[in-house]
């Protein structure tokens, strides 16, 4: 499998202010689309996590009902 990643995404200066000045994540976070400063801000904090509901994950009961049948399996 190889890497794809955007071309040339650089990120703005008040984006690389947000994150502390390092050129690298506010880089990264600007290919991941995260452009807005405060957006950027409310992804790497922690405090500001707030997870969505695992009934919002596509297929949960298919990949729960999997895993219960490799356990009882005992399969790896």
Same mark, same amino acid.
């Given at each position: 499998?190889?890497? +794809? $990643?955007?071309?040339? @995404? %650089? *990120?703005? =200066? /008040? $984006?690389?202010? /947000? @994150? &502390? &000045? %390092? !050129? +690298?994540v506010a880089d990264i976070l600007?290919?991941? #689309?995260?452009a807005d400063p405060a957006e /950027?801000? /409310? =992804? +790497?904090?922690p405090d500001a996590y707030s997870? !969505?509901? *695992?009934?919002? $994950?596509?297929? $949960?009961?298919? *990949? !729960? *009902?999997? +895993? @219960?049948? !490799?356990?009882?399996? #005992?399969?790896?």
């Amino acid at each position: 499998m190889e890497w +794809l $990643l955007p071309s040339d @995404v %650089h *990120a703005s =200066f /008040a $984006l690389r202010e /947000a @994150v &502390g &000045g %390092h !050129a +690298l994540v506010a880089d990264i976070l600007a290919q991941r #689309e995260y452009a807005d400063p405060a957006e /950027a801000r /409310a =992804f +790497l904090d922690p405090d500001a996590y707030s997870p !969505a509901p *695992a009934t919002d $994950l596509p297929d $949960l009961e298919t *990949a !729960a *009902a999997r +895993l @219960v049948d !490799a356990i009882n399996n #005992e399969e790896r």
